[in-house]
């Protein structure tokens, strides 16, 4: 059995309009318990300037924001 206390979770919303990318997230990270990391992959326009806001916003920490041709990954870790 492992000691880590991260568990990273994937979730793809390609194609996904906002608000709906916020709510998939703000659920994918009510699974997590604290310290878990979700992974998020999310179009470019509206939903990388709302969905990096709003996890800040609810006091999760954005670890990273990564380029992926016309989408971004996100790494977030859940407070």
Known sequence: MSNEKTVVSLLDLRGVCCPM?????KLALEDLESGQQ??????DGEPIRNVPRSVKEEGHKLLK???IG???RLL????
């Open 38 to 43: 979700l992974e998020v992959i999310i179009d």
């Open 21 to 25: 990318n916020w709510v998939k997230t």
């Open 65 to 67: 924001v990564s380029p």
């Open 76 to 79: 977030i870790e859940r407070n």
């Open 70 to 72: 016309e989408h971004f």
